[in-house]
């Protein structure tokens, strides 16, 4: 079965070409001139994922990846926001906020884009295929709820201190490297960016937010971390 992607943009003749691309390469493609329309496609086509441009009428890509994160039907859906204008950061950063799970700026290269589709995607499944609850001592992960308790306290944990105590977990007794979690935690392409401070960051938060359970996330000098 094809996987099937939602192409977002209110420029007409850029939604046809990558409509062109995609399809060339195995995908089906749904298209929507803006994010009203995108809503509505999405709830009618399930697509396996969406690319949306963030300056549109009606609805801009940073609005419609909120209500698609915030959907009870939509939620898991992975989302790709791309743009041409909003490319500071701060931009990125606002778009990675509302629940996107990649960021593009334009003009990009459309094999560069179709890699991150296939990446994006495939973490998705990846998520779908593991048992929905992981517990470890006293760690409960939901991983369909995307909470985590200890002693049944909940955890107030951001999306990505979730996804990296997930991985941690998943793999009990194995060093994962800092490239490594880059890449699977936040989809980075470490050959454009590879600054092992953004998973210590993560690592000190995380440490911080699980107390006495903490011990249990180990430091390998010169490689990465592990959970034992």
Do not use: Q
């Not at 009990?172 to 454009?192: F, H, I, K, M, Q």
């Amino acid at each position: 079965m094809k996987e099937r992607a939602l192409i977002v943009d209110d420029d007409p003749e850029l939604l046809l070409i990558l409509k062109r691309y995609l399809e060339n390469r195995g995908f089906e493609a749904v298209l929507a001139a803006d994010g009203e329309k995108a809503l509505a496609a999405a709830a009618a086509s399930k697509p396996d994922i969406i690319i949306t441009d963030v300056d549109m009428p009606n609805m801009d890509g940073f609005t419609l990846c909120r209500r698609i994160k915030e959907s009870r039907t939509l939620g898991e859906t992975p989302l790709i926001i791309m743009s041409g204008k909003k490319i500071s950061d701060g931009d990125m950063v606002s778009g990675y906020s509302f629940g996107a799970d990649d960021y593009v700026t334009k003009p990009f290269s459309y094999p560069l884009l179709l890699a991150k589709i296939k990446a994006v995607v495939r973490r998705a499944a990846a998520r779908v295929k593991k048992a929905p609850v992981i517990r470890k001592g006293a760690l409960e992960l939901n991983l369909e709820g995307r909470t985590a308790k200890i002693n049944g306290k909940l955890l107030k944990l951001t999306s990505k201190e979730f996804d990296l105590l997930t991985a941690l977990v998943s793999n009990p007794g194995r060093v994962l490297s800092l490239t490594g979690l880059l890449e699977a935690v936040w989809g980075y392409n470490t050959a454009d960016y590879n600054n092992p401070h953004t998973v210590e960051v993560h690592i000190s938060n995380l440490r911080k937010k699980t107390g006495t359970f903490a011990k249990r996330i180990t430091a390998v000098p010169g490689h990465g971390y592990k959970f034992e």
